[in-house]
Every structure is written in C-alpha cells, then in structure tokens.
C-alpha cells in the first residue's frame, strides 16, 4: 500500500533552471493536486487534475506547469526556478464519489532555489 | 485576503490536559471542515472533520466543534499525549470541492 510517493525528496538547484517534481498514486483516485507550503501561508493550491488531461489553475499557478498523462502520474515542472519558488511542495489526491473531500497527502518535497 | 483562519501560531499543553484549536472562516458557503495534524517531513494527515450540518463530531480522543453563526471551529485533543505534538491545519471545502487552509497551529505538548 504505496499510496501517494513524490520525488525527489530533496532538491537544490539554481535560478533559470528548470526543474521537475514526482507525483505517484497507487489508488487511481480521479482528483490530484499540487500544494506549497510556505510559513504563514498554510498550503497555497498550485495546479489541480480532475482526471487524465484535464488540469486547471489553482490559487498560485504561475511560473508552474503541469500534466497528467496517466491518472496515477501529475508532474509540476518550474520552468525556469526563481528564488521565491523555494518550498515544500505536497502532491494530494482524493476520490471523486461522496460528499467528503478529504486528501490524501504525499511526503512533500523540499525545494531551494539559489 | 484569508478565507481561514488560525489566528494562534503555536499552542503549549502540559500533557494529560485538553488542548483547544481554534480556526475561524469568513465564507457561510463552506459546508465540510477538516483538520489534519503534520510532523516534520511528512505530509499533512487527515485527522477528523465535520459537516457543517452538525455542530459536533467526536473520534477517540479528537473533538471538533463548529459554530455556524459565528464561523469558528475547534479541536480539542484530551487527554494530550507527547505523540499529539504536530502542526495542526484547519481547512474548509468550497462549493469547487476545493479545499481552502488556515496556515497552521504548531502544538507543543509539554511532559
């Protein structure tokens, strides 16, 4: 029972670069969504997948890409990393049926931009 | 402009007593709260939510109370135990399903 796994854990890299972020599910839940985390602002909406190819822009898209090919994949990509984009990202998913909206969280990934 | 808010950064508990979270929203049109707990480097765990057709809803140890009328929502953990100290986050659904968070209390639970 995977669950949700992102990767790497850890990334350094340096302004202009271009960077990917991994997001695996194991649960075929229909809905996926990229977070950051940053102090005093709680968990800030990237990106969000309803299903395969079919993305929209959450509360902080810019300077972010995303895709979704396979219902269990949703990489973000920062195509060209600023400074302000030092952060935890969190990779959520959640199941499409009921009332309930609970996510399911990934570990997080940990990124600085130099 | 916050939709929630968890106006306390940190909170310390001497172990054993009741700890109280608290978390206020601005938007009558969110129907479903959650809470979830996060430890450093992990991700955010569901902990308990609530409908906002209740005003209560117990699991174990974990509380959590909503005030309709005055849009404000509260955990309460008793007894708190070591393993209680975390980061709690506050979050409410919109009417897009989508899920808007309070920027987090950090719980320390004292022995």
């Known amino acids: 029972d995977a669950g949700i796994t992102q990767s790497p854990r850890y990334k350094i890299t340096e302004t202009g670069r271009q960077v990917t972020l991994m997001c695996h599910q194991t649960w075929s839940h229909s809905y996926m969504f990229w977070y950051r985390q940053d102090l005093g602002h709680g968990l800030r909406l990237i990106y969000y997948s309803a299903a395969a190819d079919i993305t929209d822009k959450g509360e902080v898209p810019d300077g972010y890409v995303v895709s979704r090919s396979k219902t269990e994949n949703f990489p973000l990509t920062l195509e060209s990393a600023t400074r302000s984009q030092t952060s935890v990202y969190f990779c959520?998913?959640?199941?499409?049926?009921?009332?309930?909206?609970?996510?399911?969280f990934g570990p997080g990934t940990r990124l600085t931009v130099l | 402009d916050q939709q929630v808010k968890q106006n306390s950064p940190s909170l310390s508990v001497q172990e054993g007593r009741i700890s109280i979270l608290n978390c206020d929203y601005t938007?009558?049109?969110?129907?479903?709260f959650l809470w979830y707990k996060k430890y450093p480097a992990e991700g955010p765990t569901f902990l308990i939510s609530?409908?906002?057709i209740k005003d209560k809803n117990e699991d174990g140890r974990f509380t959590v109370f909503l005030n309709k009328s005055a849009k404000h929502l509260s955990l309460h953990i008793v007894p708190s135990q070591p393993g209680d100290s975390a980061v709690y986050f506050c979050?409410?659904?919109?009417?897009?399903?989508?899920?808007?968070w309070g920027a987090g209390t950090k719980l320390i639970i004292k022995p």
């Open positions: 609530i409908s906002s």
């Open positions: 938007n009558s049109m969110f129907d479903y």
């Open positions: 979050a409410a659904k919109d009417s897009n399903y989508q899920l808007i």
């Open positions: 959520a998913s959640r199941r499409t049926s009921g009332r309930e909206a609970t996510q399911y």
